[in-house]
């Protein structure tokens, strides 16, 4: 349940009328594997066709992993302020109190849907139909059947409806599509929608309908690669048949579609280097890393008529703003007691020259146990406009310098330092809902011993 006292605009910026969101976020993808973003051998064109018909943030940073990433996009604030510092077990689990954009936009009169992965909590209390999703076909966890003793099934897998387990039958990422698209076909008409579609391609395990992987068989440098290539070539196409849809309706003017990755590409390849199979527009690192190649991510916003397509926006934007800008948009108010840390992007969708003001935004490795405490300055970095620190001795000018080739620290002491201020304070600020969280980790590692314990006496 929402606060009773909220503040927050009650008129959506675009006027008279509250659009329709589509918001996609696929697992894995990387910033380079796109054709639009000059990948030499991966062919995207429907994906194309809306980076063509887009305002594209080229500056968009992310977390490093899955759910940390997942966290920020539905609550607008720091992963760790939810207590979400893992992939796993409770670290995974986002604060049962945290107001989600689900929520905000249903209390805004929106129909809310999620198709795909969740990834944000495994027990019942924490499932997207106790989070503000109307209707939910969702798994839980990293991998689709992860723990399952079915096991990970991208064809034919079983799937959460609204808490009960159901058979599904084809490729998961065209269940998700296509199951969110008959859902729309339901409501549309019958007032504003948000549809999430969070795909688990390609993410591992690799895999794909056969006629995705066959045109890339021969010129990937692997099979993994081939698979790779094909998940997201289904993706492609699922995205336009979407797109398709939308205009078959007569509401693609009236819908807001989002297309964005939850991290830098996962490097499965490193055993057989080469320029085709880890391709990420010059940039360093990968999913995981603090890095700019495993942080900065594609994110496309399409509104015709109200946005201006083929636009590139080069300001620092972050996963922490698509709460904010969605809520905006929908008009919906905001609980007055909620402080996010992201900042709406409708001026910039607006007018890319709008004014912004520059910020510090925090990244951090995930997957770590024991007292949080002990993980501060373990793996971070701090961006802004035109800098990313990295630890405490590096310092890198993007805007000049995307593949961190140069360390410009020495030339710069005054502004890494108010970088490594800035982490400071905000560490203190959010170490008290890490640790809160680390309980939890804690009790659960009790409970396991406990149970392998009994398992042996037995």
């Known amino acids: 349940m929402l606060p009773a006292v909220v503040r927050g605009a009650e008129d959506s910026a675009i006027k008279g009328r509250k659009p329709n969101i589509i918001f996609i976020l696929t697992d894995d993808q990387g910033y380079g594997d796109l054709s639009c973003h000059g990948n030499p051998l991966l062919k995207t064109p429907n994906i194309d066709k809306l980076y063509s018909e887009s305002v594209r943030f080229t500056d968009f940073q992310v977390s490093p992993l899955c759910s940390p990433t997942r966290c920020a996009l539905m609550t607008g604030r720091h992963e760790y302020r939810s207590g979400v510092h893992n992939t796993r077990g409770p670290g995974q689990n986002m604060d049962i109190k945290a107001t989600t954009i689900a929520q905000v936009l249903k209390s805004a009169g929106y129909s809310t849907g999620i198709f795909g992965k969740w990834h944000l909590g495994a027990e019942p209390e924490y499932q997207p139909w106790k989070r503000g999703f109307d209707v939910a076909l969702s798994f839980s966890t990293g991998m689709i059947g992860e723990g399952s003793p079915s096991g990970m099934n991208l064809f034919d897998g079983n799937l959460w409806r609204n808490g009960k387990s159901e058979k599904t039958k084809g490729f998961c990422t065209d269940v998700f599509f296509e199951e969110a698209k008959k859902w729309i076909a339901d409501i549309k008409g019958k007032g504003p929608f948000f549809a999430y579609i969070p795909t688990n391609a390609p993410h591992t395990p690799l895999d794909c309908p056969e006629e995705f992987i066959k045109p890339y068989q021969g010129k990937a440098p692997t099979e993994n690669m081939a698979k790779y290539f094909g998940m997201i070539a289904n993706i492609d196409a699922n995205v336009g048949k979407l797109m398709a849809q939308l205009k078959e309706w007569k509401i693609d003017n009236d819908t807001l579609v989002i297309f964005m990755t939850d991290n830098g590409a996962s490097n499965h390849f490193k055993d057989k280097p080469s320029p085709v199979a880890f391709y990420n527009a010059g940039m360093k690192g990968s999913k995981g890393s603090v890095e700019e190649g495993g942080t900065r991510v594609p994110s496309f916003w399409r509104l015709p008529g109200e946005f201006k397509g083929g636009v590139d926006v080069d300001r620092l934007t972050s996963n922490i703003d698509v709460f904010p800008t969605l809520a905006e948009m929908a008009g919906a108010k905001i609980p007055a007691d909620l402080k996010l840390d992201g900042r709406s992007l409708v001026p910039l969708l607006k007018n890319p020259k709008s004014d912004w003001t520059d910020r510090f935004v925090f990244i951090h490795e995930s997957n770590w146990g024991g007292n949080p405490a002990d993980h501060k300055a373990t793996g ?30 020495d030339a710069n002491t005054q502004v890494a330092n108010k970088m490594k201020e800035a982490y400071d304070k905000w560490w203190e600020e959010v170490l008290p809902p890490l640790q809160e969280n680390a309980k939890g980790d804690e009790a659960d590692e009790k409970q396991d011993k406990s149970k392998k314990k009994n398992k042996k006496e037995k």
Request: aromatic share 14%; charged share 35%; glycine share 6%.
């Open 380 to 409: 971070f970095a701090v961006r802004n406009d035109r800098f990313r620190l990295v630890g405490n001795k590096e310092l890198f000018d993007v805007k000049a310098d995307r593949g961190q080739t140069k360390n410009v620290y």
